[in-house]
């Protein structure tokens, strides 16, 4: 069974900068892509950015302001994502998920594999 990985979370001031990490013990043949989840406070869980497991494209939520981006190492079955500017609205679990299958779920794709999350806070 595939395990995904997160780190790179923690505390930080409103404009600072942190990446995180999501690294897999494996990629399927089969995967699609691997997305960033993010849950504030007392809110839904929701995706803001995907990376292609097989070539370079990325896709980030715009209303993100081009404050985060999502980079991979193939070699190294592990994605990356940079935030910079963060902001206090930016605190939150951030989780990454493999998506196998095309489907109805976030980016059209079906998340079979979940990390466990990580905590970003953003406060003064």
């Known amino acids: 069974e595939v395990q995904l990985e997160e780190s790179g979370g923690g505390w930080v001031q409103p404009g600072g900068s942190l990446r995180l990490s999501c690294s897999a013990s494996?990629?399927?043949?089969?995967?699609?892509?691997i997305a960033w989840f993010r849950q504030a406070p007392g809110k839904e869980r929701e995706g803001f950015a995907y990376?292609?497991?097989?070539?370079?494209?990325?896709w980030h939520d715009s209303s993100l302001g081009g404050r985060f981006t999502t980079s991979k190492d193939s070699a190294k079955k592990t994605v990356y994502l940079q935030m910079n500017n963060l902001l206090p609205e930016d605190t939150g679990v951030y989780s990454c998920?493999?998506?196998?299958?095309?489907?109805?779920?976030?980016?059209?794709?079906?998340?079979?594999?979940w990390g466990q999350g990580t905590q970003v806070t953003v406060s003064s």
């Open positions: 494996e990629l399927p043949l089969e995967a699609k892509a």
């Open positions: 998920a493999l998506g196998l299958r095309y489907g109805q779920d976030f980016g059209g794709y079906e998340f079979d594999y």
């Open positions: 990376i292609h497991t097989d070539d370079n494209f990325s």
